[in-house]
């Protein structure tokens, strides 16, 4: 019972996210941060591009900001594909959807109603709470996962110790009922004894009775 316990109290201390763990959740979210810098300032250096140059010449730089999300698109995808990783295919998907926006920006910004382009303005912005949420609920999986495997360790414990315990008690009795029995047989083997002894000097008596008779 007392080992329980303190495996038990082992178990909690445990359920601090060790250092593995915590490198691993850093660098999943190291990554995510990454791709959010990178993204964010693609689309910022887009608007300082518009509000700083010609319409022609803005539209010829797009596609050279165009050609370079692509390029870090396939990177990212290699990378993904090498090391077969989902979190790298959906920062990948992320920059592949990034690169088709940036093909309708210069549609977006100089041929549509100022709504629309001030909402692809602050595109930065609404990344920014994307990304802020999607590290948060990979940090809560992450820890939520891991304590959930000490629950089930926890589990496994309790029925261990709930058996061992039967175990216990079913051997208490056995012995218990053991040392009954063999009360019992000394009592039966003594009342036997004193009975031969009984018959025994009885039938002395009765020699002796002969004897004085004849």
Same mark, same amino acid.
């Given at each position: 019972?007392?080992?329980?316990?303190?495996?038990?109290?082992?178990?909690?201390?445990?359920?601090?996210?060790?250092?593995?763990?915590?490198?691993?959740?850093?660098?999943?979210?190291?990554?995510?941060?990454?791709?959010?810098?990178?993204?964010?300032?693609?689309?910022? !250096?887009?608007?300082?591009?518009?509000?700083?140059?010609?319409?022609?010449?803005?539209? #010829?730089?797009?596609?050279?900001?165009?050609?370079?999300?692509? !390029?870090?698109?396939?990177?990212?995808?290699?990378?993904?594909?090498?090391?077969?990783?989902?979190?790298?295919?959906?920062?990948?998907?992320?920059?592949?959807?990034?690169?088709?926006?940036?093909?309708?920006?210069?549609?977006?910004?100089?041929?549509?109603?100022?709504?629309?382009?001030?909402?692809?303005?602050?595109?930065?912005?609404?990344?920014?709470?994307?990304?802020?949420?999607?590290?948060?609920?990979?940090?809560?999986?992450?820890?939520?996962?891991?304590?959930?495997?000490?629950?089930?360790?926890?589990?496994?414990?309790?029925?261990?110790?709930?058996?061992?315990?039967?175990?216990?008690?079913?051997?208490?009795?056995?012995?218990?009922?053991?040392?009954?029995?063999?009360?019992?047989?000394?009592?039966? !083997?003594? #009342?036997?004894?004193?009975?031969?002894?009984?018959?025994?000097?009885?039938?002395?008596?009765?020699?002796?009775?002969?004897?004085?008779?004849?």
């Amino acid at each position: 019972m007392e080992k329980a316990k303190l495996m038990q109290l082992e178990i909690e201390k445990k359920r601090k996210l060790p250092k593995e763990v915590k490198n691993n959740i850093n660098t999943i979210i190291f990554q995510n941060l990454l791709a959010a810098t990178i993204i964010m300032a693609y689309f910022c !250096l887009i608007n300082v591009t518009y509000y700083n140059f010609e319409n022609n010449i803005f539209e #010829e730089y797009m596609k050279y900001f165009a050609l370079g999300i692509i !390029l870090i698109t396939v990177i990212d995808i290699e990378i993904a594909y090498r090391k077969n990783s989902i979190k790298l295919w959906i920062i990948g998907g992320e920059f592949l959807i990034s690169g088709i926006v940036s093909l309708y920006i210069p549609y977006i910004y100089l041929h549509t109603n100022n709504i629309i382009r001030i909402i692809i303005m602050i595109l930065p912005a609404i990344l920014v709470v994307y990304y802020f949420l999607k590290s948060y609920i990979i940090y809560r999986q992450k820890r939520f996962h891991y304590q959930n495997n000490l629950s089930d360790v926890k589990e496994i414990m309790k029925y261990d110790e709930n058996k061992s315990y039967l175990e216990e008690e079913s051997t208490k009795l056995y012995k218990v009922k053991t040392e009954e029995e063999e009360t019992i047989k000394k009592v039966i !083997l003594k #009342e036997q004894a004193i009975r031969r002894k009984n018959r025994q000097i009885a039938s002395k008596k009765q020699s002796i009775n002969k004897n004085t008779k004849n």
